[in-house]
């Protein structure tokens, strides 16, 4: 029986997500894994590890956040005004396009990793 390429390689990509995903937490290395994206949004799922800074960056739209595995991130602005924000797990917050655009880095103040899912907003009209 032969099993299509595009089949194949999806199905190969599957299995071994969760190993990749196990590797990185224990590897103590953030992550970021695309799940969906068309012209209206754009979602990922991100695993933020403990005191391990995320690089300075902006965000050009407004964000929806869940998380997955709930914890305090601080959020550190380029202008050294810190925010922090506390993140219940099974809950979604809000996060507007003039927050994202402030440059900032986030870093995972708790002791285990935080997981979140990302729902980024990419056309409002």
Known sequence: MKIP???GLF???MLLTPL???TSQQSGQSQRIPQF???DVK???STIVPNAPLEMHTHDHARVIVALSGGTM???????APDVHVWETGKAYWLSAE????RHADVNAGTKPIEVMVIEIENTK
């Not at 601080?74 to 050294?80: A, K, P, R, S, Y």
């Not at 927050?99 to 402030?102: E, I």
């Open 99 to 102: 927050q994202g655009k402030q």
């Open 37 to 39: 994206e068309n012209e």
């Open 43 to 45: 979602v990922w799922k």
């Open 11 to 13: 199905t190969a990509a």
């Open 74 to 80: 601080h959020v550190v602005h380029e202008t050294g």
């Open 20 to 22: 990749v995903t196990l």
């Open 5 to 7: 390429l595009s089949r």
